[in-house]
């Protein structure tokens, strides 16, 4: 066989190897690497994708490729080195890596339909079946072509799976793959064109008037043509018969629809500083080299500015910029931002476009069209051809950090692609990750500093309010949740026409609902959780699950009716605040008023036109947005986040509070923030007050060393999750077991430290128990192979115990 005979295929299973498939002669031209391939996969039909061309097969019985769904290729042989680069590094099977690259929700969905056979049908009418399987026949006589699901829930067994496949062997069924969702293909529309040297003299009305409509249009779209004409597609007829018209089809590129720009951004006049780091990034552009450069500059100092030149210098040369963003909800100001500057055509990639609009964004991105992508972490999967720059804004995010398998970092991943196409890599924050700032201060990334804001604002003044000695106020109806001086604060701010933001990362109206009388918590029954009150739907919820209960009028223990919420959430602070400023107008953004589509971008607008004097928010409101007519920003209680368990808890609450607290004071009227805590003098809040990022930073390193966590060290997390407890625990232990057996024979002891497996702090999440093992040593190498002898070992015996073990490299939290 020549090498054009057969395709190696990658599909999205959790399997490592890749398939080879012989391609039919049909398709032998059309295809290339980088296409998906319809291929059979057992009885199923599944999208696969083209990964290479094998010389040989490397078995006797290969199958055929069944069809192309594209005519052109959906990544290069670049952007694959790089997807197998993120398998490899995540220990992902490559098939999954690229279905998460590429668009989600483009694939054809296939289901498998059982149906009686003729010989089926003979055998029940002869009644030659019996029990179960006589069941299963007459269940598929009543409702012919049901399907594997459908037939289960019918008649019930768990036994389905037995019986199913020698049925099918004694030719009693058959099952057929149909497709049941088409997935994502090009949209083509019919143009329509006069032809020039037509004799013009038969025609008269309508079709004159058509013809002389395309004549002057060149050409136009059939869905142009049927608006302005009533009989078009009539008309149209007419004049083809005639010869007079051509038609060709063209492709339609389904883009979102655009919405009026709220946050337009202005020509800055460049600070010195500024234009120090413009000069150095300007030379990396032209150096057409990897270039990675850590911009730390806090809070309005100009961050974007910087973004914004460094994109019109690669429009100018024609080159591409990915921008990535922390969350979807900041991918419209930034829209905006980038819009109303830069002349050049500018895509969103984002998971709340539909999947046809981002199907044709990837597609004229990948063909150059686009010269700047802004997006979410997934974006940078982007097939760039002429990649000159990443950005990634607010870097040290962890929303960056995907919590599905591949457990990507998009951050570390814009150092990756970086290097492979020799591209500039700005990594924006005014807190940075430990781990950039580590890396800079290693030298290993250059470093710019914006000390200072733009147009001579200070930054905010932040008071720390102790809330162990500050009554929050005697007089109130019940214990309140805001301090008499951050009730003051927001009192002046009404007065004087200006807004304030209140900040407090817990979304719903109270964490915990109990029973006074015996003190009986609400939990989830899935997770090791207490339901959180929501009280404007009159529900307990899991935020993890989603479990939902109405809520109980009485208590399940001692029937007691006396039943209430305890602590705070964004909803009861919402009503606390309207009900101490009956006169101001109050919103909320958290993720439940954010639920439905371009939700947030009216919050936000209305914020910015001055429709609202105070919002409320969770972390959504902490990031990046620029909203230049607040003055006062509270932190309603910074100590959730430091109490959280987790190594990176002081490291969260410093970024958070620096985020928050810089929010205030962006336009011309100086800002103020107060945070409320019980934790004073902890390093984080302290630093955060005192806008000192590297006493922080030098604190924060200290610790990390002490305890061994990165950046000093790199881990490696292994997650155990199963239903019953028993044989979890069972597992984890023998896992445990193996794990230090290998670590000796690799001659690791002492290299590499195997902490657990324990039991994880969120010990049961949607009915599932987790266990944890935690690999970590200094050196990447040595983790990465004790990691891979395990996953090898686990993927042999995890099997059939009901068990499933998941890999995070790198993880950002260890929940
Ligand atoms: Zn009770
Ligand atoms: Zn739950």
């Known amino acids: 066989m020549t090498s054009r005979d057969l395709i190696e295929v990658a599909l999205n299973l959790p399997l490592s190897q890749t398939f080879t498939y012989r391609i039919p002669t049909a398709l032998k031209n059309a295809i290339a690497i980088g296409m998906r391939v319809l291929v059979p996969f057992g009885r199923k039909t599944l999208t696969g994708f083209a990964v290479g061309f094998p010389p040989e097969a490397p078995c006797a019985e290969i199958k055929d490729v069944l069809d192309l769904p594209d005519e052109e290729p959906l990544f290069s042989e670049q952007d694959l080195t790089f997807y197998q680069w993120v398998a490899s590094y995540y220990f992902c099977p490559l098939g999954q890596t690229i279905a998460a690259a590429l668009p989600q929700g483009i694939s054809a969905t296939f289901r498998q339909f059982v149906s009686l056979t003729e010989k089926g049908r003979a055998c029940l009418l002869h009644g030659e079946a019996t ?71 038969t025609l008269k009305g309508k079709q004159l008037e058509l013809y002389q409509f395309l004549k002057e249009q060149e050409a136009a779209p059939l869905s142009r043509i049927l608006a302005q004409f009533k009989n078009g597609a009539r008309l149209l007829k007419v004049l083809q018969k005639k010869n007079l018209i051509t038609v060709t089809e063209k492709e339609v590129l389904r883009r979102p629809a655009l919405e009026d720009e709220i946050f337009p951004e202005p020509l800055h006049t460049v600070t010195a500083e500024q234009k120090n780091i413009l000069k150095r990034l300007q030379q990396a552009i032209e150096a057409r080299a990897f270039f990675p450069f850590l911009l730390h500059g806090v809070t309005g100092s100009g961050k974007t500015e910087i973004y914004l030149q460094v994109m019109a210098e690669l429009v100018k040369r024609g080159r591409q910029c990915l921008l990535l963003v922390p969350e979807i909800a900041l991918t419209a100001q930034l829209w905006d931002r980038v819009c109303s500057r830069i002349d050049a055509p500018v895509s969103l990639l984002h998971s709340s476009l539909t999947s046809a609009e981002r199907f044709d964004a990837w597609r004229m991105i990948r063909r150059g069209d686009i010269k700047i992508v802004i997006g979410a972490r997934s974006a940078i999967f982007a097939s760039c051809a002429d990649l000159g720059a990443i950005i990634v804004d607010e870097e040290h995010d962890p929303s960056y950090k995907q919590d599905v398998h591949p457990r990507y970092n998009a951050r570390d991943l814009a150092l990756i692609r970086g290097t492979m196409a020799n591209a500039l890599v ?45 009554p929050s106020n005697p007089h109130s109806r019940q214990a309140g949740i805001i301090s008499a001086p951050l009730r003051e604060a927001i009192s002046r701010r009404l007065q004087n026409g200006e807004q304030s933001l209140l900040f407090l990362n817990r979304r719903g109206f109270a964490p915990v609902f109990l029973c006074r009388q015996c003190g009986y918590t609400f939990r989830c029954p899935n997770c090791e959780v207490s339901l959180i009150h929501h009280q404007q739907e009159k529900k307990l919820r899991c935020h993890y699950c ?4 109405p809520l109980p009028e009485r208590c399940p223990d001692c029937n007691s009716f006396f039943l209430s919420s305890l602590g705070w959430g964004t909803e009861r602070l919402e009503r606390e605040v309207s009900a101490l400023f009956p006169s101001a107008r109050v919103g909320r953004m958290d993720r439940d008023s ?11 607008k209305s914020i910015a036109q001055g429709e609202l004097d105070i919002l409320v928010g969770t972390q959504m409101i902490a990031k990046g947005h620029h909203l230049p007519q607040v003055t006062l920003v509270g932190v309603i209680c910074a100590d959730h986040s430091l109490n959280f368990p987790d190594y990176r808890a002081g490291e969260r609450t410093f970024q958070l509070l620096t985020q928050v607290a810089g929010r205030a004071g962006r336009g011309d009227k100086p800002g103020e923030v107060f945070i409320q805590t019980y934790n004073p003098e902890h390093y984080s809040i302290r630093c955060a007050q ?16 002490e305890l061994d966590y990165p950046p000093h060290t790199r881990m490696i997390n292994f997650r155990l999750e199963g239903a019953n407890k028993e044989r979890l625990l069972q597992y984890a232990q023998d896992l445990g077991e193996t794990s230090k057996k290998f670590l000796a024979q690799l001659k690791l002891t002492g290299t590499v430290n195997i902490l657990g497996p324990a039991p994880a702090p969120w010990g049961k999440i949607k009915g599932k128990y987790r266990y944890q ?26 099997g059939r115990s009901g068990i499933s073990l998941s890999v995070d490299v790198d993880p950002v939290f260890i929940l």
């Open 131 to 201: 029990g179960e399987q006589l069941r299963i026949l007459q269940a598929l006589e009543r409702d012919s072509g049901l399907s594997i699901n459908g037939l289960r829930r019918r008649i019930g067994t768990r036994t389905l799976p037995h019986h199913l496949p020698s049925l099918v062997r004694n030719g009693l069924l058959q099952i057929t793959s149909t497709r049941i969702r088409k997935g994502t293909q090009i949209k083509k529309e019919k143009w329509f064109a006069a032809l020039p040297t037509a004799p013009v003299q």
């Open 690 to 705: 005192q806008h000192d990022y590297r006493a922080f930073f030098a604190a924060e390193m200290r610790q990390r060393r």
């Open 773 to 798: 093992m935690l690999l970590k040593s200094e050196k990447l190498h040595s983790v990465r192979l004790l990691a891979s002898r395990i996953l090898q070992h686990a993927h042999e015996s995890t």
């Open 594 to 604: 954010t639920a439905t589509k371009g939700a947030s971008r009216k919050l936000l």
């Open 546 to 549: 989603d479990f939902l209960l």
């Open 426 to 470: 700005i990594l924006g924050s005014a807190t940075p990750s430990l781990e950039s700032y580590h890396n800079a201060a290693k030298k290993k990334y250059s470093i710019g500093v914006l000390p200072e804001r733009i147009a001579d604002r200070p930054l905010p003044q932040i008071k720390v309010i102790d809330l162990r000695i500050t």
